[in-house]
Protein backbone atom coordinates (compact mmCIF):
# COMPACT_ATOMS: atom_id res chain seq x y z
CA UNK A 1 0.00 0.00 0.00
CA UNK A 2 1.88 3.23 -0.97
CA UNK A 3 2.12 5.78 1.51
CA UNK A 4 0.72 9.42 1.71
CA UNK A 5 2.99 12.10 0.05
CA UNK A 6 1.24 14.21 2.95
CA UNK A 7 2.37 14.55 6.68
CA UNK A 8 -0.50 14.57 9.45
CA UNK A 9 -0.14 17.34 12.15
CA UNK A 10 1.57 14.75 14.74
CA UNK A 11 3.92 13.14 11.59
CA UNK A 12 4.96 16.87 11.09
CA UNK A 13 5.99 16.99 14.52
CA UNK A 14 8.25 14.02 14.44
CA UNK A 15 10.02 15.21 11.51
CA UNK A 16 10.48 18.72 12.76
CA UNK A 17 10.85 18.19 16.37
CA UNK A 18 8.41 20.86 17.13
CA UNK A 19 5.17 20.85 19.04
CA UNK A 20 1.90 20.76 17.89
CA UNK A 21 0.62 23.72 19.22
CA UNK A 22 3.78 25.50 17.55
CA UNK A 23 2.93 24.20 14.22
CA UNK A 24 -0.90 24.72 14.72
CA UNK A 25 -0.12 28.23 15.50
CA UNK A 26 1.72 28.70 11.77
CA UNK A 27 -1.43 26.65 10.36
CA UNK A 28 -3.61 29.24 11.87
CA UNK A 29 -1.47 32.30 11.23
CA UNK A 30 -0.74 31.36 7.87
CA UNK A 31 2.49 31.08 7.93
CA UNK A 32 2.64 27.28 6.97
CA UNK A 33 0.15 26.26 4.24
CA UNK A 34 -1.36 22.96 4.00
CA UNK A 35 -3.71 21.16 1.27
CA UNK A 36 -6.71 20.60 3.07
CA UNK A 37 -8.01 18.26 5.84
CA UNK A 38 -9.64 15.18 6.21
CA UNK A 39 -10.71 12.79 8.33
CA UNK A 40 -6.89 12.23 9.88
CA UNK A 41 -6.09 15.62 10.44
CA UNK A 42 -4.10 18.40 8.04
CA UNK A 43 -2.60 17.21 5.07
CA UNK A 44 1.34 18.85 5.17
CA UNK A 45 3.55 18.75 2.42
CA UNK A 46 7.02 17.91 3.78
CA UNK A 47 9.15 20.78 1.51
CA UNK A 48 6.47 23.05 3.36
CA UNK A 49 7.57 22.37 7.03
CA UNK A 50 11.46 22.08 5.57
CA UNK A 51 10.76 25.35 3.75
CA UNK A 52 8.81 26.72 7.00
CA UNK A 53 11.59 25.30 10.13
CA UNK A 54 13.66 23.43 8.49
CA UNK A 55 14.80 19.61 9.28
CA UNK A 56 14.92 18.20 12.42
CA UNK A 57 19.10 17.32 13.33
CA UNK A 58 17.75 13.98 14.11
CA UNK A 59 15.84 13.33 10.73
CA UNK A 60 18.23 15.34 8.66
CA UNK A 61 18.48 12.50 5.98
CA UNK A 62 15.04 11.36 5.61
CA UNK A 63 12.09 11.08 6.59
CA UNK A 64 11.65 7.49 8.21
CA UNK A 65 8.09 7.01 8.24
CA UNK A 66 7.92 8.11 4.48
CA UNK A 67 10.33 5.48 3.51
CA UNK A 68 9.16 2.01 2.34
CA UNK A 69 10.97 -0.64 4.94
CA UNK A 70 13.66 -2.85 3.29
CA UNK A 71 13.51 -6.39 3.95
CA UNK A 72 16.17 -9.31 2.65
CA UNK A 73 12.40 -10.49 0.52
CA UNK A 74 12.13 -6.75 -0.71
CA UNK A 75 15.74 -6.15 -1.67
CA UNK A 76 15.88 -9.68 -4.07
CA UNK A 77 12.63 -9.51 -5.47
CA UNK A 78 13.94 -5.81 -6.90
CA UNK A 79 17.05 -6.90 -7.93
CA UNK A 80 15.31 -10.00 -9.69
CA UNK A 81 13.01 -6.92 -10.78
CA UNK A 82 15.95 -5.28 -12.22
CA UNK A 83 17.64 -7.60 -13.72
CA UNK A 84 14.68 -8.46 -15.89
CA UNK A 85 14.17 -5.08 -16.99
CA UNK A 86 18.24 -5.58 -17.64
CA UNK A 87 18.04 -8.19 -20.05
CA UNK A 88 14.73 -7.05 -21.55
CA UNK A 89 16.82 -4.10 -22.30
CA UNK A 90 19.76 -6.04 -23.87
CA UNK A 91 16.81 -7.84 -26.11
CA UNK A 92 15.54 -4.45 -27.22
CA UNK A 93 18.83 -3.22 -28.51
CA UNK A 94 19.55 -6.56 -29.78
CA UNK A 95 16.34 -6.41 -31.97
CA UNK A 96 16.78 -2.50 -32.74
CA UNK A 97 20.70 -3.76 -34.50
CA UNK A 98 18.97 -6.53 -36.12
CA UNK A 99 16.23 -3.82 -37.90
CA UNK A 100 18.83 -1.48 -38.68
CA UNK A 101 20.90 -4.22 -40.55
CA UNK A 102 18.14 -5.14 -42.35
CA UNK A 103 17.12 -1.23 -43.64
CA UNK A 104 20.61 -0.82 -44.51
CA UNK A 105 20.28 -4.11 -46.85
CA UNK A 106 17.11 -3.08 -47.91
CA UNK A 107 18.41 0.40 -49.01
CA UNK A 108 21.28 -1.22 -50.94
CA UNK A 109 19.39 -3.42 -52.78
CA UNK A 110 17.02 -0.31 -53.50
CA UNK A 111 20.39 1.43 -54.59
CA UNK A 112 21.01 -1.57 -56.91
CA UNK A 113 17.92 -2.02 -58.54
CA UNK A 114 18.16 2.06 -59.01
CA UNK A 115 21.38 1.77 -60.89
CA UNK A 116 19.95 -1.34 -63.34
CA UNK A 117 17.19 0.59 -63.85
CA UNK A 118 19.05 3.52 -64.56
CA UNK A 119 21.81 1.75 -66.48
CA UNK A 120 18.98 -0.01 -68.58
CA UNK A 121 16.96 3.16 -69.61
CA UNK A 122 20.43 5.02 -70.60
CA UNK A 123 21.06 2.41 -72.99
CA UNK A 124 17.48 2.89 -74.45
CA UNK A 125 18.04 5.89 -74.83
CA UNK A 126 21.35 5.35 -76.80
CA UNK A 127 19.66 2.78 -79.02
CA UNK A 128 16.75 4.89 -79.71
CA UNK A 129 19.10 7.98 -80.84
CA UNK A 130 21.27 5.63 -82.90
CA UNK A 131 17.79 4.28 -85.20
CA UNK A 132 16.57 7.86 -85.57
CA UNK A 133 19.74 8.87 -87.43
CA UNK A 134 19.21 9.39 -90.61
CA UNK A 135 20.20 5.68 -92.98
CA UNK A 136 22.77 7.13 -96.15
CA UNK A 137 20.93 6.39 -98.89
CA UNK A 138 22.24 4.29 -101.78
CA UNK A 139 23.22 6.17 -104.50
CA UNK A 140 20.10 4.80 -106.74
CA UNK A 141 18.85 8.41 -107.28
Do not use: C
Request: positive net charge; charged residues 35%; proline residues 3%.
Amino acid sequence: MAKSAFLSLSQATGVTGKSKSVLFKALKEGKLSHQGKDERGYKIEPSELFRVFGKNRENSTEIKFLKQPSTPQIDLENTIKIRELELRLEMERQEKEIFREQVRKIEQERDDWKQQAQTLLLQQMTKGAEEEKPKKKLGLF
